[in-house]
């Protein structure tokens, strides 16, 4: 069973930084795209980056939104994801998901609340 | 910066029929933006619906369509149920990057 669980989310100040983390199971993480996604209250998806597979040499991607400030690593061996953000602004404030792509995408964790405020 | 544009809100009757669509501020939508529908209810985590324009997911009812019409990407939902009531997302690829349209709330009244 494909499971994909965040976590790391909470409170940090604007300007501050935070590491979430997407832990992987059920599937062969190593040969799968990983995004991150992020929904604030009651607005609707946005794509925040990618990170491709070792043989695409781990290449990413990031929405304008969050270029420069935000980081996506991921460690194959430990079957993790991670989205490094810096210099946090209140407009960050939002559930972030990961999901995966394999040929597609389909599988999504549950999602981990980031509230940026001071 | 590339904008996805989709109905705000929709409503259809029970068993009827809607097509939902997804335009992009680039020009037409064509198969190589590999268009993405998600499903959302309230509280719950998006689930994957179609990929690549017009093919379901194992878990997705046949009731769920996705085809190009008109230079834009569609969503058609048949026969719809009540479980149908929804906010419905696309997905675009843009040559590295993807952008989610605005969602679409469908009301099955």
């Known amino acids: 069973e494909v499971q994909l669980v965040e976590s790391g989310g909470g409170l940090v100040q604007p300007g501050g930084s935070l590491k979430l983390s997407c832990a992987a199971s059920?599937?062969?993480?190593?040969?799968?795209?990983m995004h991150w996604v992020r929904q604030a209250s009651g607005k609707g998806l946005e794509w925040v980056g990618h990170?491709?597979?070792?043989?695409?040499?781990?290449?990413?991607a990031y929405a304008e939104s969050v270029k420069g400030r935000f980081t996506i690593s991921r460690d194959d061996s430990e079957n993790t994801a991670y989205l490094q953000m810096n210099s946090l602004k209140p407009e960050d404030t939002a559930v972030y998901y990961c999901?995966?792509?394999?040929?597609?995408?389909?599988?999504w964790g549950q999602g981990t609340l980031v509230t940026v405020s001071s | 910066q590339t904008v996805v544009t989709q109905e705000p809100s929709l409503t259809v009757s029970p068993g009827g029929t809607v097509t939902l669509t997804c335009a992009s501020s680039?020009?037409?939508?064509?198969?190589?933006?590999?268009p993405n529908w998600f499903q959302q209810k309230p509280g719950q985590v998006p689930r994957a619906l179609i990929y690549?324009?017009?093919n379901r997911h194992s878990w997705t009812p046949a009731r769920f369509s996705g085809s190009l019409l008109g230079g834009k990407a569609a969503l058609t939902l048949s026969a719809v149920q009540p479980e149908d009531e929804a906010d419905y997302y696309c997905?675009?690829?843009?040559?590295?990057?993807?952008?989610f349209g605005g969602g679409t709330k469908v009301t099955v009244l």
């Open positions: 059920g599937f062969t993480f190593s040969g799968s795209t």
């Open positions: 997905l675009l690829y843009y040559g590295g990057a993807w952008v």
């Open positions: 680039t020009g037409a939508v064509t198969s190589g933006y590999y």
């Open positions: 690549s324009t017009s």
């Open positions: 990170i491709r597979s070792k043989p695409k040499n781990y290449a990413t």
């Open positions: 999901t995966r792509q394999d040929d597609t995408i389909d599988y």
